[in-house]
């Protein structure tokens, strides 16, 4: 089993930046994918970057690239989204994710077996 838990959420001005974790804990292994994911008020949920434990490339949404970047610290088992420069549109409940199978990455929701039950972001104008 998997154990995520997110954390850092807050309420920020428009242009400001905030850093969301995910502390993961269980049977942790270096091929799965870990992702972050948000869900806005009557909306879909929706990919937002993607890592891997064993390291390389990252995967983006368009509508956060350049302004996100996902991390990871091994040694914690802990994933991170920095996000910057801030937009109303981000404000959600973002969850942190994990595909165990590792193949590839996307992001389809239904490919992530564990979730973490979610913190909010705020942003305000």
């Known amino acids: 089993q998997v154990q995520l838990v997110e954390s850092g959420g807050g309420s920020v001005q428009a242009g400001g930046s905030l850093r969301v974790s995910c502390a993961a804990s269980?049977?942790?292994?270096?091929?799965?994918?870990m992702g972050w994911f948000r869900q806005a008020p009557g909306k879909e949920r929706e990919f937002v970057a993607a890592t891997k434990w064993s390291g390389g490339s990252t995967y983006y949404a368009d509508s956060v690239k350049g302004r996100f970047t996902i991390s990871r610290d091994n040694a914690k088992t802990t994933v991170y989204l920095q996000m910057n420069s801030l937009k109303p549109e981000d404000t959600a409940v973002y969850y942190c994710?994990?595909?165990?199978?590792?193949?590839?990455?996307?992001?389809?929701?239904?490919?992530?077996?564990?979730w973490g039950q979610g913190t909010q972001v705020t942003v305000s104008a």
């Open positions: 994710a994990a595909d165990p199978s590792g193949r590839y990455y996307s992001s389809d929701h239904n490919r992530y077996d564990y």
């Open positions: 269980g049977h942790i292994f270096r091929s799965y994918i």
